[in-house]
């Protein structure tokens, strides 16, 4: 089965910062990986994906994640924190299954900047 | 850009009540999903659909039922209401060409 694992309910950085977030996976074959974001209020919107390739990608809103399958994680990372980046951040993994795709997410960390 | 609407943002009925909540996407997307949102639990699978007419329960479909009559909509319903049914309740739909999810802005629900 899978499985995904955020190990911080909550980060707490200052605007202008760096930002790492955890996300590591338990998967039976090579993983689909996404990265969602929760701002209060709204529902999810994705941040960036990994299907194959080049094991660091780039998303939106300046973030970027990198696939370590040696590790089995896929962490989120900015390299300098907005205030407007506070929000939950969802981690999820997953294939296509009978055509379609069903994926499994994490609890969430959530994001609070300080100014 | 794709769209997903939900019926209500913010909903409160009663124990016991029927209660419809209703998601409607414009991209035709084949596959929508339901979940709920809880504090510390991330998100749960409800119900999934591949195609009108066609569901699967996901993790926690006690409680509910689902109903897709046309491809862009994909109601969720519960038969009774209850307390533990108080919750942020998410419409997500998909393309299988694509994987990634669209969410819709949630509707959250209190039974009293």
């Known amino acids: 089965a899978q499985s995904v694992t955020q190990p911080d309910i909550h980060i707490t950085v200052s605007e202008g910062a760096s930002l790492e977030l955890r996300c590591n996976y338990s998967?039976?074959?090579?993983?689909?990986l996404f990265w969602y974001v929760q701002s209060p209020g709204q529902g999810l919107q994705l941040l960036l994906k990994?299907?194959?390739?080049?094991?660091l990608v780039q998303g939106i809103k300046g973030f970027e994640a990198e696939f370590k399958r040696s590790q089995s994680s896929f962490n989120l990372r900015k390299p300098s924190v907005h205030w407007s980046d506070a929000a939950e951040y969802f981690c999820?993994?997953?294939?296509?299954?009978?055509?379609?795709?069903?994926?499994?997410f994490g609890r969430g960390t959530s994001l609070i900047v300080h100014p | 850009d794709v769209k997903v609407t939900q019926s209500s943002r913010y909903l409160v009925k009663r124990t016991g009540e029927k209660v419809f909540l209703e998601c409607v996407q414009d991209?035709?997307?084949?596959?929508m999903f339901w979940y709920r949102q809880d504090p510390g639990l991330g998100l749960r699978l409800i119900y999934f659909?591949?195609?009108?007419?066609?569901?699967e329960k996901g993790d926690i479909p006690e409680g509910y039922s689902v109903s897709r009559e046309k491809k862009e909509r994909f109601s969720l319903i519960l038969e009774s209401a209850s307390t533990n049914q108080t919750s942020m309740y998410l419409c997500?739909?998909?393309?299988?060409?694509?994987?990634?999810?669209?969410f819709g802005p949630g509707t959250r629900l209190t039974v009293l």
């Open positions: 998967y039976g074959a090579t993983p689909y």
């Open positions: 991209m035709d997307h084949e596959n």
């Open positions: 997500a739909s998909s393309s299988p060409l694509f994987f990634w999810q669209f």
């Open positions: 659909s591949y195609d009108v007419k066609m569901k």
């Open positions: 990994y299907f194959s390739g080049d094991t």
């Open positions: 999820a993994v997953g294939s296509p299954s009978g055509g379609s795709y069903i994926p499994t």
